[in-house]
């Protein structure tokens, strides 16, 4: 696996991503870019991206996720494409394709409800990004879209949650970003992982020591 992406300066994920405990290197290099190319995705690329999902862990091995994609250029585009925030279409229309992420509430064998539907659908998420990621793609994640028209547009129906909506492609030119996302195309940090976690129990990370 590829840790250092185009994206990433020659001085390595490390230099811009402290740890607090030693991890593998391939979770560190997952990050968010914007910068596409506009160059199409193999087809072997965007189910390699799907297969990985395949494979995420679910509750009672119920799978629910499900997704939807559109590739750029063919007549599913532009309907999924005007979902968008405007923010986030000013980048991705340089995106090989676009997904969105649906989950199933309902086990359709036993009719069982599904606590756990949005939960197992991000573990496939995470899979995606990170075989993305592995294959030298951009990968990045959105919540940023209109839900009530996302519902009617893809002909989602009522027991399905739209989580989310994904752009995958080929990495790019930052320089070809808007101008105010280009400082943002750079690994971010996180909060210290004991912010985030209590023994016992929940202790919010704002909480005084």
Do not use: C
């Not at 394709?97 to 064998?109: F, G, M, N």
Request: without cysteine.
């Amino acid at each position: 696996m590829s840790a250092i992406g185009p994206q990433i300066p020659d001085t390595g994920i490390r230099a811009l991503r402290a740890t607090d405990a030693e991890i593998d290197e391939y979770l560190l290099a997952r990050w968010s870019p914007r910068a596409m190319s506009g160059e199409p995705l193999a087809d072997t690329m965007l189910w390699q991206l799907f297969e990985a999902a395949r494979w995420a862990p679910s509750s009672i091995n119920s799978q629910p996720w499900r997704f939807v994609y559109a590739l750029r250029d063919t007549p599913a585009w532009e309907p999924m494409f005007d979902l968008l925030t405007d923010r986030n279409k000013r980048w991705v229309k340089h995106a090989a394709v676009l997904v969105a992420v649906l989950s199933v509430e309902t086990d359709a064998a036993s009719g069982r409800a599904l606590r756990t539907h949005s939960f197992d659908a991000g573990a496939a998420w995470e899979n995606i990004a990170l075989q993305g990621r592995s294959l030298g793609l951009v990968v990045h994640g959105m919540s940023g879209l209109d839900y009530d028209r996302a519902r009617t547009a893809l002909n989602v129906p009522a027991g399905v949650t739209v989580e989310m909506m994904f752009a995958a492609g080929h990495p790019g030119k930052v320089a070809d970003l808007p101008e105010d996302l280009q400082p943002k195309e750079t690994p971010n940090g996180r909060r210290p992982v004991r912010e985030l976690v209590s023994e016992g129990t929940y202790v919010p990370a704002d909480t005084p020591k």
